[in-house]
């Protein structure tokens, strides 16, 4: 499928709004499941460093 010009590829036929909509749903879903288990390790490992801390004043 060819365009005519770039405003024609931005609006797809009338469907660009869904298709660049999912575009963006699919771009954020893949980023939150790189940055979501990036941060609960961050976490995970800043609660272990507590308690390893709080162990050892004990």
């Given amino acids: ?4 010009s770039f405003g024609d590829f931005l609006a797809m036929g ?3 709004v ?3 909509s ?4 699919g771009l954020t879903v ?3 499941n790189v940055v ?3 941060l ?3 976490r995970y490992l800043q609660d272990e460093a507590r308690r390893l801390r709080r162990e ?3």
């Fill in 1 to 4: 499928m060819s365009f005519a």
């Fill in 40 to 42: 609960a390790r961050r």
């Fill in 14 to 16: 009338s469907h660009g």
């Fill in 30 to 32: 893949l980023a939150l």
């Fill in 36 to 38: 979501l288990p990036i």
């Fill in 22 to 25: 999912a575009y963006g749903i």
């Fill in 18 to 20: 869904y298709v660049w």
């Fill in 56 to 58: 050892k004043q004990q």
